[in-house]
C-alpha cells in the first residue's frame, strides 16, 4: 500500500513538473527565447510525466504536430497507468 501511495505521489510531482516545463517552452517558442530539447521533454514524459505533457498539450497547444510526442505520451502515460494499478 505504502508503495502505491509513494508512486502515485512521484507520478503526480513529475507530471506538475512536466506540465510546467511544457508552458514555460511554448513560452520561449513565443518569445524566440531558449528552449528545452525535445530529448529532455521526452525523458520527463517517460520518467512518469506522460500524464502532465498531455495536459501541457491540450491547454498549451504545444508539440501537438509532432509524431513521437503523440505516439509517445498516450503510450507512456498507459504504462504509468498501469504500473500504478499493479504496484
Given amino acids: 500500500m505504502i508503495g502505491k501511495v509513494l508512486y502515485l505521489v ?38 512518469g510525466g506522460a500524464i502532465g505533457a498531455g495536459l501541457g498539450m491540450l491547454v498549451f497547444r504545444h508539440k501537438t504536430r509532432n509524431k513521437m510526442f503523440r505516439l509517445v505520451i498516450p503510450a507512456a502515460a498507459i504504462i504509468q497507468i498501469a504500473l500504478l494499478l499493479v504496484i
Fill in 10 to 47: 512521484y507520478i503526480l510531482i513529475l507530471s506538475l513538473v512536466t506540465f510546467v516545463v511544457w508552458g514555460w517552452d511554448k513560452s520561449a517558442a513565443i518569445r524566440g527565447a531558449w528552449r528545452i530539447s525535445e530529448r529532455a521533454l521526452l525523458l520527463l514524459v517517460i520518467l
